[in-house]
């Protein structure tokens, strides 16, 4: 019995130890939360005054980069205006005026870009003019502006007068694209996709419109099927939403291209690459969405775009 006793009481003696162990651990395994929640907190303000003290320098770089410029540019002043169209939309005018920092009696000042260039008039310590800027003009060229003297000439780039691109505010844009799912078995490619187009009217509410939709489809740079869609994309408005199932006879490294075709009341053609399919090298399935468009005048000419993805 005594030893039995004795067994019951250390029993006790134990539980009651790990009863107490048990509530340490648990005091101590809610402390290390609150110490790991203490810390992801800390980590998180850190990365938080990190990112504040990155923004405060990227602002003292700008601030200094822009003073360093003004400091260094010819102009204290420019101001520009972009006025309508051409009747052949093909240009529009710009009206500018420039206040140079040094100014002498024989002074002069010009304008160019593109390939056309323009005198400016001076009136005071203002030089103010006018030059016909296309409406295709990349995003890297800018005004030039030209100042002569007896001691010479100097030239600096108006970079901020924005003329690149103007057609967007002109002409409608066009975007095609697929959520498309490809499957290829024994030499033979079943398409089966979303297929939208978008229409949207240019922004200046200029009268230039969508005349005609063409739905293409190309193997190899060959045209193997045309269909005039112009009716279906017309009467859904500016969306055009269907489905897109197809199979095709395919070979290794053959591409194939689903684009679609719309052409202005101007005769400006816009393209714009729904689907791309190609098989890779090892076998598998590559195959690539464009929403991008790219236009071309009458001629073919590429005037805006990626050329690459015509070639």
């Known amino acids: 019995m005594d030893e039995n006793k004795k067994q019951i009481d250390t029993n006790r003696i134990i539980i009651l130890l790990l009863a107490v162990l048990l509530v340490i651990g648990g005091i101590k395994i809610r402390t290390l939360s609150d110490d790991v929640k203490n810390l992801k907190s800390q ?5 938080s005054e990190i990112q504040m003290l990155r923004n405060e320098i990227n602002s003292v770089y700008n601030n200094v980069d822009k003073q360093l410029k003004e400091e260094a540019s010819l102009i204290s002043g420019v101001d520009y205006t972009i006025g309508n169209p051409s009747e052949d939309m093909k240009s529009v005018q710009l009206s500018i005026t420039v206040v140079p920092k040094m100014i002498s009696d024989d002074t002069e000042l010009s304008v160019a870009i593109n390939g056309n260039s323009a005198s400016l008039t001076r009136n ?4 103010t003019g006018t030059i016909d800027v ?4 990349d995003y890297d060229q800018w005004p030039l502006l030209t100042i002569k003297t007896s001691e010479g000439t100097k030239t600096e780039y108006l970079d901020g007068v924005d003329v690149s691109y103007l057609f967007s505010n002109y002409l409608p ?3 095609a694209d697929m959520s498309a799912s490809s499957k290829l ?8 996709a979303g297929f939208r187009i978008a229409s949207h009217l240019a922004h200046k509410n200029a009268p230039v419109t969508f005349t005609s939709f063409t739905l293409i489809e190309e193997m190899n740079g060959k045209e193997i099927s045309k269909q005039d869609i112009t009716d279906e994309v017309r009467k859904s408005g500016e969306n055009y939403n269907t489905r897109y199932i197809k199979s095709f006879e395919v070979s290794p490294e053959d591409e194939l291209k689903v684009y679609v075709i719309a052409e202005d009341s101007l005769g400006y053609v816009h393209k714009a690459l729904a689907h791309y399919w190609i098989e890779a090298e090892n076998g598998a399935q590559a195959e690539t969405v464009f929403g991008g468009e790219t236009i071309f005048d009458k001629n073919g000419n590429m005037l805006y775009g990626d050329k690459s993805l015509w070639e």
């Open 43 to 47: 980590n998180s303000n850190l990365d």
């Open 124 to 127: 005071g310590n203002e030089f």
């Open 134 to 137: 296309g409406l295709f003009v």
């Open 173 to 175: 844009t066009l975007e």
């Open 185 to 192: 078995s024994n030499g033979k490619l079943q398409v089966e």
